[in-house]
């Protein structure tokens, strides 16, 4: 998963955060903050909610309103907002336990 998608690339205008480094693939500037973080969340517990770009305060928002003991996969994407260039940096997963697994 390491091509443009429009949809990946609109949310990380959204909702990505400034990742603070410079682009790997074109080079943009990391004052541009042009390469952006995302979360998307994918989970039979959430239903249509399942593969969508989710802001931290959502996610956290989403995983105490599950069951105890259901969980969510969080997938952290890498976006550039130059050059499209994204990929899957790591997937994490979450129970609804404490709002603190989260960090900024
Ligand atoms: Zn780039």
Known sequence: MCDADRAVTASAEVLGTP??????????????????????????????????????????HILASLSPGDDITVHVVEVCLHCRWNCLLREDRYENQTEDQLGD
């Open 19 to 60: 990742t603070g480094r410079d682009c790997p693939v074109c080079g943009a500037s990391a004052a541009s903050g042009a390469l952006r973080t995302t979360q998307w969340i994918h989970g039979s517990a959430i239903g249509e909610k399942s593969g969508t770009a989710r802001s931290l305060s959502e996610i956290r």
